[in-house]
C-alpha cells in the first residue's frame, strides 16, 4: 500500500511559478512510475506528466512542454511538478499517482495509487 500526500499547490499571477510536491510512504517508492494528472473545472481528469521509478524517462502533455519538469527524490520518496510561465487554463486540482508497473505511461487506469490532490490557481 502507498499514500500519496500533494502539497505546494496555491493561487498565482499569470506567468508565475510553483512547485508542487507529492511525498509518498513505504519502503519501495524507486520501483513505481509517478505520475502528475490534472482535473480543471468542469472538466474531465488530465494527464500533465510521468516520470520512471529510475528518473531516467519523462514524458509531457503537449500544453505543458517547456514550462512543466517532473522530478523525483527516491532518497526522500518525493516527486515534484516545477510549474512555470503558468496560465489561467492551468488551473486545476492536481493529482499525483504511483503506478506499480514501473513504466512511464500517460493512461489513468496504469495507477495504482492516487493522491487527495491540491489546488492551483492561475489569476490573470
Known amino acids: 500500500q502507498v499514500q500519496l500526500v500533494e502539497s505546494g499547490g496555491g493561487l498565482v499571477q499569470a506567468g508565475g511559478s510553483l512547485r508542487l510536491s507529492c511525498a509518498a510512504s513505504?519502503?519501495?517508492?524507486?520501483?513505481?512510475?509517478m505520475g502528475w494528472f490534472r482535473q480543471g473545472p468542469g472538466k474531465e481528469r488530465e494527464f500533465v506528466a510521468t516520470?520512471?521509478?529510475?528518473?531516467?524517462?519523462?514524458s509531457y502533455r503537449d500544453s505543458v512542454k517547456g514550462r512543466y519538469t517532473i522530478s523525483r527524490d527516491n532518497a526522500k520518496n518525493t516527486v515534484y511538478l516545477q510549474m512555470s510561465s503558468l496560465k489561467p487554463e492551468d488551473t486545476a486540482v492536481y493529482y499525483c499517482?504511483?503506478?506499480?508497473?514501473?513504466?512511464?505511461?500517460?493512461?489513468?487506469?496504469?495507477?495504482?495509487?492516487w493522491g487527495q490532490g491540491t489546488q492551483v490557481t492561475v489569476s490573470s
Open positions: 513505504g519502503r519501495t517508492f524507486s520501483s513505481y512510475a
Open positions: 499517482a504511483a503506478g506499480s508497473r514501473g513504466w512511464a505511461t500517460s493512461r489513468s487506469n496504469d495507477y495504482d495509487y
Open positions: 516520470i520512471t521509478g529510475s528518473g531516467l524517462t519523462t
